[in-house]
């Protein structure tokens, strides 16, 4: 297999980061991105691999429990594969970041690029009556507006050189709407729709565009939306359960409070008990290796990928949304 030059955008943890070192196990050239390469110390970021590979239990007290680390195989030897990840940095909200970022992979890279996986991502929570204008617009720069600002910067060398994937990290919140989470939601959706376009144009170029669905996985994704929120320590842990339930954001006074509040509890609990990055990150190999792809993959728990797979090709809408409700508990007493 010939060797490949892939930048990853949010690279530091979760699903890019294990994406990140299957990719440099399979012999190929990966820069990540964050915007905080200087805290990312070899230590730092084994820390975050072994924990999004930690299977929990939840006790009765609502804490999470780590039961035990299932490392893929490949990872036993994880230091020289941490050692290989290289890092930029990347923060959208700086002028003038995307192009610096992309000239600094250039310059790594030989001015290459194969596969372009643009997956950094956070959400946000609250109702759409309450939450500030100011705080979707921040959802929508991270999940929507930074990958424009990326993708201009690498489309041309891609165009001139009539090849390259891009592949986003979309979501399948992005085909249902997530109780309380509709701005991430309609980002994922929007990415989708720019996905879709941006494909067609591709075409003559032979640059290829697909989007991942992952499903809930195991990883911080729910600690950053409680520091978005400003609703916890910085130093918090993605696993300290209590402390993340006890985050959740709206005053009692609010009419949405019970609702919100148990899809807050459902969301943070579930998301510990879920598969971990590897699962996509496998899919993201594939795709990065194979010749020709697809548009839409999935991947994730097939209990949840699958259902709402069928689901949304062939329910009416009141049927998803009332099982929508049933799973994330929202009428419970
Ligand atoms: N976990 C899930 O259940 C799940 C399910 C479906 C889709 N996804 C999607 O998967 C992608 C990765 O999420 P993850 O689960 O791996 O979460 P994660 O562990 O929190 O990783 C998120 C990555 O995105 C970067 N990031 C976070 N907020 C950012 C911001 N405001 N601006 C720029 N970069 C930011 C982070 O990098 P720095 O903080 O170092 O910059 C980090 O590397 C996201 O697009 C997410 O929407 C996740």
Not at 205 to 234: H, M, Y
Not at 247 to 266: D, G, I, K, Q
Not at 272 to 291: F, G
Not at 306 to 333: C, H, S
Request: glycine share 6%.
């Amino acid at each position: 297999m010939k060797q490949l030059k892939i930048f990853i955008t949010g690279a530091s943890s979760g699903i890019g980061l294990t994406t990140a070192l299957h990719l440099i196990l399979r012999g190929h050239f990966v820069v990540g991105s964050s915007r905080h390469p200087e805290r990312l110390t070899k230590e730092a970021l084994k820390e975050k691999v072994l924990r999004d590979h930690t299977r929990f239990r939840l006790d009765k007290e609502g804490r999470a429990i780590p039961l035990r680390i299932e490392l893929p195989r490949e990872f036993q030897n994880l230091d020289p594969l941490l050692e290989s990840l290289k890092f930029v940095a990347l923060d959208p909200s700086r002028e003038g970041s995307a192009e610096e970022a992309a000239r600094e992979f250039f310059s790594l890279s030989e001015g290459e690029i194969d596969v372009l996986f643009l997956n950094a991502g956070m959400g946000i929570f609250g109702p759409v009556e309450e939450t500030g204008v100011e705080l979707v617009r921040e959802q929508f720069e991270a999940n929507v507006f930074q990958h424009l600002k990326v993708l201009k910067q690498f489309l041309p060398v891609m165009r001139e050189k009539r090849k390259g994937k891009v592949i986003f990290t979309s979501s399948l919140g992005g085909l249902i709407s997530i109780p309380f989470e509709s701005h991430y939601s309609a980002t994922k959706a929007a990415l989708e729709r720019l996905a879709e376009g941006l494909r067609m144009e591709l075409k003559p170029f032979s640059v290829q565009v697909a989007v991942v669905e992952p499903g809930d996985i195991n990883t911080a994704f729910n600690l950053t939306t409680a520091q978005a929120l400003k609703r916890i320590a910085p130093e918090a842990k993605s696993d300290d359960l209590s402390r993340l339930l006890n985050s959740f954001p709206l005053p009692e006074s609010s009419p949405y409070y019970l609702r919100a509040r148990n899809s807050w509890n459902y969301i943070f609990r579930s998301l510990l008990l879920k598969p971990s990055p590897s699962v996509v990150a496998r899919l993201m190999v594939k795709l990065a290796e194979k010749e020709r792809i697809a548009f839409r993959y999935r991947a994730g728990d097939p209990f949840q990928t699958i259902p709402v797979w069928i689901g949304t090709k062939l329910l009416p809408q009141r049927v998803i949304q009332w099982a929508v409700e049933k799973l994330y508990e929202l009428d419970k007493k």
